[in-house]
């Protein structure tokens, strides 16, 4: 085994109670002060305060990026383009609790959206179903992205139509999948004899598109508005949180702005030498300059996190996958891929590539230090758990030495080691909120604009012909939408 590192003493930090160590990252202190010198010389600093102070960072689209406002529970003025955009968001948070309130009877809650109105609210359900004692009020919540039917028939079939209730979530109302989901789902309250106004009472809105909502028939007082400056990706924040509020109470989703809001502080305040997000940004930039790495993992060992990197997925590939920066030159670096699933599960799939594979792939190791239940076998599983995440970490950064080649394990994989102290709302919030900062940041190192996400919208203009072409069932050849190759697949869908 290797000696220890040389900045065992230095590599831990914390910020809100959530602890970072880099020991492993086989940064030594040296490497740390030039890292720290490229930050400043990429003006970090001044980065991070034009995010907070609603600075049109977003240059492509002419926006800031201000979803650390959606989460400033100390209501202090943020001020964009003159006006504080505090009374707003406060008045969203009043509404989300007075609906709470008035919510019985409801069996089950359908909320409709894909991507970014998808990912951040499925997460969150998904891990705080996990906490001891947890109240659920009662209600099913059925998440329904995907435009494939087998989603839709799985939902309907287990949902009660007349105890209901269906949450559209697009910031700009006009996404295909969810707006067909939408109507499928109406479709299947009127087949079960729900009547107009039962179905009017039971439809929800959360959009930045007030008036298409209106349009497709939601009733005023039952949109959430979100706003343009909050991208669809960091938009769990707002109303388009909802799900969170309704099953678990609207004190439980104040605790998940709060854990975000403190460690947006952190990241705002404190000295880039101290700063998490910053740290760990720094840390892949090393990686990528030192090792030329093309992907990174991200292994909670919590089962309640198994959503975790699928939500990171969409964060770091759809903010920073990009070839060219914001000066429109091309990038030296831009977003690694980025995959995961929760340990100890991950060790019985893809481990044998992140040991002994050809690749160096980084890795972020989540860990909470107290069980995730209050059954009697939890401190024991929860040792085992813990003992395999550490294990595993020591084991990627030593290697071993064998006669027999198939066993030598070659080390010198880096991986990071972020420790919650335990999983819930206000801790879910702010390990969401460290890797949102994290992301920008690299934005900024990389001066690529992490706010924008052009690239999503080629393949959809494409499609359009292509469902044309399919629609009509016959032959057809190349043109100018569709190539030869599509054309031929085309006509061996419709023969």
């Known amino acids: 085994m290797s000696s220890r590192p040389e900045n065992i003493d230095t590599s831990t930090h914390t910020a809100v109670d959530v602890v970072l160590d880099t020991a492993y990252q086989n940064i030594n202190a ?248 910053v740290i760990m940004a720094l840390a892949l930039l090393h990686q990528q300059e030192t090792l030329g790495i093309k992907a990174y993992a991200a292994i909670p060992y919590a089962d309640a996190l198994d959503w975790f990197p699928k939500w990171l997925q969409q964060l770091d590939m759809e903010s920073n996958g990009k070839s060219i920066d914001r000066d429109g030159k091309p990038v030296k670096h831009s977003s690694p891929v980025v995959f995961g699933s929760a340990g100890s599960n991950a060790q019985h799939s893809y481990f044998q590539l992140l040991h002994q594979g050809s690749d160096i792939v980084p890795i972020d190791f989540i860990a909470v230090s107290k069980p995730m239940s209050d059954r009697p076998e939890a401190v024991a599983h929860h040792r085992i758990l813990l003992s395999n995440c550490l294990a595993q970490a020591q084991a990627l950064a030593h290697g071993k030495a064998a006669d027999n080649p198939n066993d030598v394990y070659p080390g010198n994989r880096p991986s990071n080691l972020l420790l919650l102290p335990e999983l819930n709302a206000f801790y879910l919030g702010a390990l969401l909120a460290l890797y949102e900062n994290r992301a920008a940041s690299l934005g900024a190192l990389w001066n690529i604009n992490s706010f924008d996400q052009p690239g999503v919208e080629y393949g959809k203009v494409l499609a359009k012909p292509i469902e044309k072409a399919l629609l009509t069932g016959s032959p057809i050849e190349a043109n100018d939408s569709i190539d030869a190759v599509t054309a031929a697949r085309i006509n061996l869908l419709n023969s």
């Not at 926006?63 to 209501?75: E, F, I, Q």
């Not at 109406?186 to 009547?195: E, G, R």
């Not at 009017?200 to 949109?223: H, K, Y």
Request: with cysteine.
């Open 30 to 277: 040296a490497q740390w002060v030039e890292l720290f010198t490229f930050a400043r010389k990429s003006k970090l600093e001044g980065f991070i305060a034009d995010l907070f102070a609603g600075k049109h960072i977003n240059l492509s689209e002419d926006r800031p990026a201000l979803h650390s406002a959606l989460r400033n529970l100390s209501k202090s003025p943020v001020m964009l383009d003159g006006k504080d955009v505090m009374p707003a968001v406060t008045e969203v948070w009043r509404r989300i609790e007075a609906l709470c309130n008035k919510w019985v009877g409801v069996t089950d809650v359908i909320h409709i959206g894909i991507g970014g109105s998808d990912f951040g609210p499925r997460l969150a359900i998904e891990a705080l179903a996990h906490v001891p004692g947890i109240e659920s009020r009662g209600m099913r919540m059925h998440f329904l992205a995907n435009i494939d039917t087998a989603e839709l028939a799985r939902i309907l079939d287990r949902a009660q139509p007349n105890s209901t209730r269906v949450v559209i979530v697009s910031k700009s109302f006009t996404t295909l999948e969810t707006t067909m989901n939408a109507k499928a789902v109406l479709a299947w309250l009127k087949a079960n004899d729900c009547t107009k106004s039962q179905i009017t009472n039971s439809l929800f809105a959360v959009t930045a598109n007030v008036p298409a909502a209106r349009e497709f028939g939601v009733e005023e007082d039952n949109i959430y508005p979100f706003w343009d400056w909050v991208g669809g990706r960091y938009s769990v924040w707002s109303a388009v949180g909802l799900p969170i509020a309704l099953q678990y109470g609207f004190k439980t989703f104040e605790e998940f702005l709060s854990g975000a809001h403190a460690m947006d502080l952190h990241f705002k305040n404190a000295p880039l030498e101290q700063n998490l997000p």
